[in-house]
């Protein structure tokens, strides 16, 4: 397959292409008319015949591993990033905090038609652990493109996404020397292990990261290829549960009087969470943000396939029974608890009879706006305490908030035009249903944050088999095109309230 040439034209109607972009130029300004549109279309061709160029540079990245988790090539991956970025025409530099941080990539480009408005485009470098890998019908770190998609761990998560901003903005260098707006580029090598250095970095580099709008580093692209623009991400709080029980692995016949720790870390859990997934834990929910009428009329627009979802898992029905609305409010503003892992004793083949020294559990708490993640981990222990479950070791990993950029937002009016030009439609998503250092990037910028891209809901992402759609990946580029366009051209984003 190849994505030379003028596809571009034949695969997508050029009022489409366009968009309401230029309508509302011509509408507005005859001097915006002429050669400001005869160099998008110019851009967009570039985007369209440079294909090949992005898909190459996508395959570099996948093959360079860059697991944060375990460190395997983080350092080599940061400066691949910063060769790739200047490559692009897009000045980088690599950022250190020392500290066992890891380092951040970070790129520029000054507009000098637009040098008042500056967009900022977050993503990460890192990626998840492959994991087993004869799950994988290729080896995971190969970056083979079959069927019209990069497949390896990173291709969707977060390298492809990635390579839409930075191939976006050649285009516009490329075909017309300059950026419709300050451009800039904050490229973390910790986002799969919890952005654990970020609210530092973006401390330390509040000036240079300063921005009125930030590109966020997801954006997916629901089972019809309409895109969804997400304004939000849960919190999480990540804690291990540790029960302790005799000094070693006893021959199990004495349970009749050893405690086993296993039943009285499950006995500790269960007390957590009702079966419908309810919170059972004290004043869990007592701050969180109730969903405004505007986010539940959202919501209810909010396009959701319960079928092709409980198909794509395996699923026979959601938790608690729910659907409809209900089960979109959960995504969108749910609080969990999850149950990550679970170890003790013997789960080998056939059978051992022990009654184990020790048991573990991993539980990830998703938050929701205004849930103080320190709270909650007060809360956490209490409950613990209270239920006789004081001998249980706590121990916190990481909390990160939650955050919601309001629907309002000009920033967010330039998004929705961008996707719908290229992509003829959008669905606004009021908050994506996973977590990332959304809170910080608003507390520090003071910046809109929303999320659009090109990741398929099912390209397995954190899974074996990862791939990104090499057709997603250049209408995202378009898509990012628009978006610089339409913010550069517009009005000026107000500051962001938290
Ligand atoms: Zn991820």
């Given at each position: 397959m190849t994505w030379n040439g003028d596809a571009i034209f034949r695969t997508i109607p050029l009022h489409v292409v366009l968009g309401g972009h230029c309508a509302r130029l011509w509408g507005k300004s005859s001097r915006w008319s002429g050669v400001r549109m005869t160099n998008q279309n110019r851009v967009l061709a570039r985007v369209d015949s440079d294909m090949d160029g992005m898909v190459l540079g996508l395959q570099e990245l996948v093959r360079q591993p860059s697991v944060s988790a375990t460190g395997e090539g983080i350092e080599e991956c940061a400066r691949l990033v910063r060769g790739m970025l200047e490559r692009c025409g897009i000045p980088a530099e690599i950022l250190r905090l020392g500290g066992g941080a890891a380092p951040v990539v970070y790129g520029e480009v000054r507009s000098k038609a637009n040098p008042e408005k500056t967009i900022l485009f977050y993503n990460h470098y890192d990626v998840q652990p492959a994991g087993d890998a004869s799950l994988w019908d290729e080896p995971p770190f190969a970056g083979i493109v079959k069927d019209g998609s990069v497949f390896g761990r990173g291709a969707a998560d977060d390298k492809g996404e990635l390579v839409t901003r930075v191939w976006a903005v050649k285009a516009c260098l490329e075909e017309?020397?300059?950026?419709?707006c300050n451009v800039k580029f904050v490229v973390e090598g910790e986002e799969e292990t919890g952005s654990e250095h970020m609210g530092a970095y973006l401390s330390r580099y509040q000036k240079k990261f300063s921005c009125d709008g930030v590109i966020w580093e997801f954006g997916y692209v629901d089972a019809s290829d309409m895109p969804i623009i997400s304004l939000g991400m849960k919190g999480l709080l990540f804690a291990e549960l540790r029960a302790s029980g005799p000094a070693r692995d006893a021959h199990s016949s004495l349970a009749v009087l050893i405690e086993n720790p296993a039943w009285r870390l499950v006995e500790a859990i269960s007390s957590?969470?009702?079966?419908?997934?309810?919170?059972?834990?004290?004043?869990?929910?007592?701050e969180a943000a109730p969903l405004s009428d505007d986010e539940l009329k959202l919501l209810d627009k909010e396009r959701f396939d319960e079928d092709s979802f409980k198909t794509e898992y395996g699923i026979v029905s959601f938790v608690g029974d729910t659907g409809g609305l209900e089960a979109k409010k959960a995504l969108a503003a749910g609080a969990t608890c999850n149950i990550a892992g679970l170890s003790s004793g013997y789960a080998g083949e056939g059978t051992k009879t022990i009654l184990p020294a020790g048991a573990i559990a991993k539980l990830d708490f998703r938050l929701v706006p205004n849930m103080d993640s320190k709270k909650q981990v007060e809360r956490l222990r209490s409950h613990l305490h209270d239920g006789g479950f004081g001998d249980i070791e706590v121990r916190i990993f990481h909390v990160e908030a939650a955050a919601r950029t309001d629907p309002s937002a000009p920033f967010v009016a330039d998004v929705k035009a961008a996707a719908d030009a290229v992509f003829g439609g959008h669905i606004l998503n009021i908050s994506s249903a996973g977590t990332g250092p959304m809170a910080q990037f608003a507390e520090y910028l003071g910046a809109p944050c929303v999320a659009v891209g090109c990741t398929h809901v099912f390209s397995r992402i954190h899974s074996p088999n990862e791939f990104a759609r090499v057709d997603l990946l250049r209408d995202a580029a378009m898509c990012i095109c628009h978006v610089m366009w339409n913010f550069g051209a517009g009005h000026h984003s107000p500051k962001f309230q938290k």
């Open positions: 017309t020397g300059d950026v419709p957590m969470r009702s079966a419908d997934g309810t919170i059972l834990i004290k004043d869990w929910y007592e």
